[in-house]
């Protein structure tokens, strides 16, 4: 596609439920990342997919959150027993990684809401 | 550790004025880059400017620029010529170590530009 492409756009769920966010990026691009932006606040780097190296996971702020990158493309951010504190927009980026790294190329966001 | 502090909240601004925005930062980095991004009611963060650090001269691009004093860990953005579609979020960042995008972001500045 064009552009990164994140869904959905907005999600409201209960809290205790789990919750799947997907990322579709820019064809071709190598690297893949996660970000989550609380409000009023800048973004907070999660998770970092590289190739098919192992995912520097060192952002992630608990057990409950994981994410996986299939086939080298699409992504899925994961947050197991949601709690309120969760709520935030989470943003995907991709980017070309190699001698000329490219700047990271934003999708929309999801609008995730715990009640 | 490594921070980015952006100490205005809210800037304003007049149609056809300048306005700049200021960013500080720690790192123990020699080299690296520095980052401002865009983030219109659309909420897709958008790339506005990069400096290098190991580059003296400021980066310019169009209408925005930058004044970059290594030494002083400022990197400032200004803004010549403000128009309306100026109106955002603005985020100073540069990479956490282990990654060229892994950024780390300040808390953003609200810039408003008014008729």
């Known amino acids: 596609g064009a552009g990164v492409s994140q869904s959905p756009s907005n999600k409201v769920t209960e809290k205790g439920k789990d919750v799947e966010l997907r990322c579709d990026p820019i064809s071709g691009h190598t690297a893949l990342y996660w970000y989550r932006q609380s409000l009023g ?7 970092y997919f590289q190739g098919n190296s192992a995912p520097d996971k060192s952002g992630l702020p608990s057990d409950r959150f994981s994410a996986e990158r299939t086939g080298g493309s ?25 001698p000329n790294n490219s700047p990271l190329h934003f999708g929309n966001g999801t609008r995730l809401t715990v009640t | 550790a490594q921070t980015v502090t952006q ?14 925005l200021s960013c500080t930062y720690d790192t123990s980095e020699s080299n690296y880059y520095l980052f401002w991004y865009k983030q219109p009611p659309s909420r897709q ?15 310019t691009e ?14 400032s953005l200004k803004i010549s010529d403000s128009q ?19 950024l780390i972001f300040g808390a953003g500045t609200r810039l408003a530009v008014h008729p």
């Open chain 2, 62 to 75: 169009n209408r925005f620029s930058v004044n970059f004093q290594k030494a002083a860990k400022s990197f």
């Open chain 1, 74 to 98: 699409v992504s899925t951010l994961t947050i197991q027993r949601t709690q309120q504190e969760d709520s935030a927009v989470y943003l995907c980026a991709s980017s070309l990684v190699g």
């Open chain 2, 7 to 20: 100490s205005q909240p809210e800037m304003s601004v007049q149609e056809a004025e300048t306005v700049t």
């Open chain 2, 84 to 102: 309306l579609g100026d109106t955002a979020m603005y985020f100073c960042a540069f990479p956490l170590s282990g990654g060229y995008n892994k």
């Open chain 2, 45 to 59: 963060m958008i790339l506005v400017i990069r400096q290098e650090a190991y580059k003296q001269q400021n980066a």
């Open chain 1, 41 to 47: 606040q800048g973004l907070e780097f999660l998770i």
